[in-house]
């Protein structure tokens, strides 16, 4: 196997937004004196924080593995050019699939702190960036991609972080809207990250998760429950048990994020029809732009987990994927169904009013968009 880490060309990042100072150079690591007041509305269970981390993209190492480049030795997805291509077709389909929204989440404040988790490219944070010039945004991820973290692209209001979000989170102050776009296979404990967002949120603070997955059942067609895919799906959901790091969407259950302390749970699944056949206008671009990323996304979903069996040779999954991608092609009503989950951290007594008025404006918004 050509396994074998390579140094990253590094690249400037944006500073960070927890420095209080415009114009130094880099993250610098925050220190005690940058501890804010405790915030009198906050919860009794309030954050402690210490510091947040915020490196330079330099020294940053990349794993070479069957000829693709990943992170680090244990996350299943790549993230080289391809990827980037491939989260960034996915992000304009989300664009398309959300009626141009990036969020399901009612944002009140015209200042909110909003934590993108596992931003990738950054297309995310860079789109709320300018619909929120107000926001302080913080842009996590474990790996650098060449338009999020490490970007040249310098915006007053995020910040791209290198963070694992499995580790204790840091963060000062609290957020209004945290946000997680295809972690599905990321976590092997989302009740422990949910916890920990939990407690990183401000009382009415929303949580947001987004995810699809083709080996969770995600994608179906005609007669898919005898075909290639049916084999590749099952395979890469026993690899990825095997590894300690389920691909289901069991995540995105009510029931965990209840389980967290969270209340107003929404749930809601929006189906993007994958290839030709669609004849709306609209449509017809989702399944166009479904299908490049799908095929694109099958060897990105697979190789990792799938050679890491033992069981298969690079070359036999890139076999597998070959036949999957044909009948991907030739496929009969494929769609991919893409689920969000919303849910809000309780407000605290003096805020129990405002919130029952905020159910009541998102009932009305609900039934006016339905
Ligand atoms: C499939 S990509 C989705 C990227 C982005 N959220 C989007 O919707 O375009 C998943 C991202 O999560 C990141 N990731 C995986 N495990 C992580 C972890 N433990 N902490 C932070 N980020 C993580 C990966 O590096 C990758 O960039």
Not at 134 to 157: C, H, Q
């Given at each position: 196997?050509?396994?074998?880490?390579?140094?990253?060309?590094?690249?400037?990042?944006?500073?960070?937004?927890?420095?209080?100072?415009?114009?130094?150079?880099?993250?610098r690591?925050?220190?005690?004196?940058?501890?804010?007041?405790?915030d009198?509305?906050?919860?009794?269970d309030?954050?402690?924080?210490?510091?947040?981390?915020?490196?330079?993209?330099q020294?940053?190492e990349?794993?070479?593995?069957?000829?693709?480049?990943?992170?680090?030795?244990?996350?299943?997805?790549?993230?080289?050019?391809?990827?980037?291509?491939?989260?960034?077709?996915?992000?304009?389909?989300?664009?398309?699939?959300?009626?141009?929204?990036?969020?399901?989440?009612?944002?009140?404040?015209?200042?909110?702190?909003?934590?993108?988790?596992?931003?990738?490219?950054?297309?995310?944070p860079?789109?709320?960036?300018?619909?929120?010039?107000?926001?302080?945004?913080?842009?996590?991820?474990?790996?650098?991609?060449?338009?999020?973290?490490?970007?040249?692209?310098?915006?007053?209001?995020?910040?791209?972080?290198?963070d694992?979000?499995?580790?204790?989170?840091?963060?000062?102050?609290?957020?209004?809207?945290?946000?997680?776009?295809?972690?599905?296979?990321?976590?092997?404990?989302?009740?422990?990250?949910?916890?920990?967002?939990?407690?990183?949120?401000?009382?009415?603070?929303?949580?947001?998760?987004?995810?699809?997955?083709?080996?969770?059942?995600?994608?179906?067609?005609?007669?898919?429950?005898?075909?290639?895919?049916?084999?590749?799906a099952?395979?890469?959901?026993?690899?990825?048990?095997?590894?300690?790091?389920?691909?289901d969407?069991?995540?995105?259950?009510?029931?965990?994020?209840?389980?967290?302390?969270?209340?107003?749970?929404?749930?809601?699944?929006?189906?993007?029809?994958?290839?030709?056949?669609?004849t709306?206008?609209?449509?017809?671009?989702?399944?166009?732009?479904?299908?490049?990323?799908?095929?694109?996304?099958?060897?990105?979903?697979?190789?990792?987990?799938?050679?890491?069996?033992?069981?298969?040779?690079?070359?036999?999954?890139?076999?597998?994927?070959?036949?999957?991608?044909?009948?991907?092609?030739?496929?009969?009503?494929?769609?991919?169904?893409?689920?969000?989950?919303?849910?809000?951290k309780?407000?605290?007594?003096?805020?129990?009013?405002?919130?029952?008025?905020?159910?009541?404006?998102?009932?009305?918004?609900?039934?006016?968009?339905?």
């Amino acid at each position: 196997m050509d396994k074998t880490a390579a140094p990253h060309s590094s690249k400037s990042m944006p500073e960070s937004l927890e420095t209080d100072s415009a114009h130094t150079t880099a993250k610098r690591r925050w220190t005690d004196e940058d501890e804010p007041e405790a915030d009198s509305d906050t919860d009794s269970d309030e954050i402690s924080i210490k510091s947040t981390k915020s490196l330079e993209a330099q020294n940053i190492e990349y794993v070479l593995e069957n000829g693709r480049r990943y992170c680090n030795d244990t996350y299943f997805m790549p993230n080289d050019e391809a990827e980037q291509t491939r989260l960034n077709i996915t992000h304009q389909i989300c664009l398309i699939l959300f009626d141009g929204k990036l969020t399901d989440v009612p944002l009140a404040k015209i200042d909110p702190r909003i934590l993108d988790i596992g931003t990738g490219t950054g297309d995310w944070p860079i789109g709320m960036s300018a619909e929120y010039p107000g926001a302080t945004i913080i842009a996590t991820d474990i790996g650098v991609f060449d338009n999020g973290l490490g970007s040249t692209v310098e915006l007053p209001n995020v910040s791209f972080q290198l963070d694992d979000a499995r580790d204790e989170w840091t963060y000062h102050e609290p957020f209004d809207l945290i946000h997680l776009r295809g972690l599905a296979g990321a976590f092997s404990d989302w009740p422990a990250l949910y916890k920990q967002a939990f407690r990183h949120l401000a009382p009415g603070g929303y949580i947001e998760i987004i995810d699809a997955d083709p080996a969770a059942d995600s994608v179906s067609f005609l007669d898919s429950g005898d075909s290639y895919f049916s084999i590749f799906a099952s395979a890469m959901r026993s690899a990825a048990e095997a590894a300690g790091h389920p691909r289901d969407l069991c995540h995105l259950s009510p029931s965990v994020l209840t389980a967290a302390g969270f209340v107003d749970v929404r749930v809601k699944e929006r189906v993007i029809p994958i290839g030709l056949w669609p004849t709306d206008a609209r449509e017809k671009t989702l399944g166009k732009m479904g299908l490049i990323a799908l095929l694109e996304g099958v060897e990105a979903y697979s190789l990792r987990p799938l050679t890491a069996t033992g069981s298969w040779t690079a070359q036999g999954v890139r076999d597998l994927c070959e036949k999957v991608k044909t009948e991907f092609l030739t496929a009969s009503q494929m769609t991919c169904v893409v689920k969000t989950v919303t849910a809000r951290k309780p407000f605290v007594r003096s805020m129990a009013r405002k919130n029952d008025l905020l159910q009541k404006l998102m009932k009305l918004d609900d039934e006016m968009t339905t």
